[in-house]
């Protein structure tokens, strides 16, 4: 095929862009970060190194012009509102996401949704294909674009090509009831490896291969012949769990300015200095368990086990999906218990809860962290969460303390945190207290196992890793060699380097 413009030899495809166009009441626009975890880790681990960023530019209308950002080259898609509605809020949204996530909510099934969807990862496989060099490396991202792995390799067979799931992938019994369960994994079969969170997520895949569409699997690999090829012409693909992380030294680092410490002990003094400060951070989104945490907090204050102004809690309600009718009764709930909440046990000057539906600049979010006595992470289902990993990351004073659900990915590698059921509102009660009476040589102790875990398990060795896997497969990489050390060594200091440009990127730049 003919290439026009300038190609690269890592190409990273995502739903969105790590930068947002928002466009204000004249018409003139302006490029903002983008929400989401994916986000967050991806762009730190882009900015050390010389790549393509394939996504939506966050706005409806045609694709902006590419352009670059810190050595990025930044590929815009477009998306039309109907395609916004129906590919984005709908079928990505309203019927995987629920499928994915345990069905908390019911999910939605309509063919139009479903076409859109196609057509759209159809665009995103020709974008792809138009700015990958010859033999690149291709790294699709989650549930958004399962369909591009094929399509990419229609069009661009020499390139390598691997796609990683940042949330749960479902039990083959919730899967099934998905009417385009089979092209969904024929989709996903066209990458040479596929990332997930956690071993089960990979193992769930692996059943639905061979359960729903009779495929042969072995240890992490599944072998078929792809459809409308000849029936000696098989691959094996391989599916494995490789978690995601953050940029513990970046927020290490961060967390360590004077600039973020002061920033934090004036966010306690604004509320009043209490004894113990909790917090919870989370997109507005049901599957975070913010009811259920509201309704454990809710007993406590009516327990008379806490109350303001010795104990608080902050809960930060990132905006998200507001059009989604699950997010928008969401988010009426939500307010109106923290309504009620507040009306039955603030005392005059002190809240019982402070509640912010806004989005916060990164080193904002890093001094509530390290303002934070408690952090509440509470999902139903989630498929990592990052926001536990940066609160122990950002931790250096071996304070604060992390309560975690058991449902988190994060749980499988944050065995030091105070775990707990959020279903069980009893339990959830009963973990808070401990956490928050715990002694303090035990908090010290559980925080500074929690950070060594996400020290040695960082955003870069995830990518590390993912990429070595990606260039063995279908075959287990060997232990990492010399030259993979050198290669984390060099992102790493691309990273230092770097760090500053991250922060500018996190606030609102203008055009
Ligand atoms: O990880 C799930 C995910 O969809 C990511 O792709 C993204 O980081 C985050 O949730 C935010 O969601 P949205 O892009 O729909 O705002």
Known sequence: MTVAGPTFDLVVAANRLPVERVVD???GGTWQRSPGGLVTALESVMRGRKGAWVGWAGAPGPAPEPFSEDGMHLHPVGLSPVEIQEYYEGFSNETLWPIYHDVIVPATFHRMWWNTYRTVNQRFAKAVAEVAAPGATVWVHDYQLQLVPTMLRTIRPDVRIGWFNHIPFPPVELFAQLPWRRALVEGLLGADFLGFQRTADAENFLRVCRRLLGMATRGDTVTFTPPGNDPFSQRTVRASAIPISVDFRGLDELARTPEVVARAAEIRASLGDPKILMLGVDRLDYTKGIRHRLKAYE???QDRAIAPPEVTLMQVALPSRERVDAYRLLREEVEGT???????????GSPALHYLHHFYPRT??????LAADVLLVTPLR???NLIAKEYVS???DLGGALVLSEFAGAWHEL????ICNPHDVEGVKQTIMRAITAPEDERRRRMKALRKRVADHDVQRWATRYLEALASAPVRPHRPTRASDQERRG???ANRANQRASDKASERVSE
């Open 25 to 27: 009441a004249s018409g």
């Open 299 to 301: 007993e406590l204050l």
């Open 338 to 348: 923290v309504g009620r909440i507040n009306g039955e046990y603030s005392v005059l």
């Open 364 to 369: 904002e979010m890093v001094a509530m962290f």
């Open 382 to 384: 989630d498929g990592m």
């Open 394 to 396: 950002c931790r250096h």
């Open 415 to 418: 065995h030091q945190a105070f």
């Open 491 to 493: 992102v790493e200091r």
